[in-house]
C-alpha cells in the first residue's frame, strides 16, 4: 500500500481543514496516509514516503515560514517522489486575483527549488468571528478595499471542495502503480 505524507500549516484552521480533506481522499484510494502538522516538533521524513503533500496558507503576501523551512529542508527528497504543493488563500478566489494566487505558489517554487508534479492555488475562508479585534478590522479594511465580503458577524468559506478532490486524486493517480496489460 503506498504511504503518503500530508503536512500542513494552519493559522486559522481553514488549510487544516483542505489537508483532512486531501487525507480521506487518499484514504478512500486506499493509501497509507500520515497526517502532520508542521512547527509542532520534528515532522517525518519526506524520503520514508512514497509520495508527499504540503499545503500552507498566505497571510501578508507569504506561506507560513514553517512550510518554506520544511520543504528547503527536504528539498531533494521531495524532487525525487511524486509530490503536491496547496497553497490556500483569497486570491484563489476570485477570477480576478487568480493571478496573484499563482504568483504566491510561483514565488514559493522559485524560492525553494522545489518541483512539485501537482499544484494547486485553492481558495481559503475567513472566518471574522474567530478573529480577534486588530485582526478583523484589518482584515474587513482590505477585503472592503477589494468588494469582498465584509460582514464580520459571520463567516465566509470559498474552498472549492472538488478541486481538493481533483488535486489529490491527481497525486495519487501519479503514486499508483500503472495497471499492467497482458
Ligand atoms: C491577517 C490575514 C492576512 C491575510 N493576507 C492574505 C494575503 O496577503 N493574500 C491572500 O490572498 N489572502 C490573505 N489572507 C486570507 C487567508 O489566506 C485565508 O483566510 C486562508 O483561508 C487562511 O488559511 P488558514 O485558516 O489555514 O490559516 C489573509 C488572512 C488574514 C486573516
Excluded: C
Excluded at 503518503?4 to 478512500?28: D, N
Excluded at 511524486?82 to 490556500?88: A, E, H, I
Amino acid at each position: 500500500m503506498p504511504s503518503i505524507l500530508v503536512a500542513y500549516a494552519t493559522t486559522e484552521g481553514q488549510t487544516e481543514k483542505v489537508a483532512r480533506r486531501v487525507e480521506t481522499t487518499l484514504r478512500e484510494r486506499g493509501h497509507d496516509v500520515t497526517l502532520v502538522t508542521l512547527g509542532g516538533g520534528t515532522p517525518p521524513d519526506p524520503a520514508d514516503f512514497d509520495g508527499v503533500v504540503v499545503a500552507g496558507s498566505i497571510h501578508a503576501g507569504r506561506h507560513q515560514p514553517v512550510v518554506e523551512t520544511f520543504v528547503r529542508d527536504h528539498v531533494d527528497a521531495l524532487n525525487a517522489r511524486p509530490t503536491g504543493f496547496l497553497s490556500v488563500s483569497l486570491s484563489a478566489a476570485e477570477e480576478a486575483t487568480q493571478a496573484e494566487a499563482e504568483g504566491y505558489v510561483d514565488a514559493f517554487l522559485e524560492e525553494t527549488g522545489w518541483k512539485p508534479r501537482v499544484t494547486l492555488p485553492v481558495a481559503g475562508a475567513l472566518r471574522y468571528t474567530e478573529y480577534g479585534f486588530l485582526k478583523r478590522t484589518l482584515v474587513k479594511h482590505v477585503v472592503g478595499k477589494r468588494s469582498g465580503d465584509t460582514d464580520t458577524s459571520r463567516n465566509y468559506e470559498y474552498t472549492d471542495w472538488g478541486a481538493v478532490e481533483a488535486f489529490a486524486a491527481d497525486l495519487a493517480a501519479a503514486i499508483e502503480p500503472a495497471p499492467t496489460t497482458r
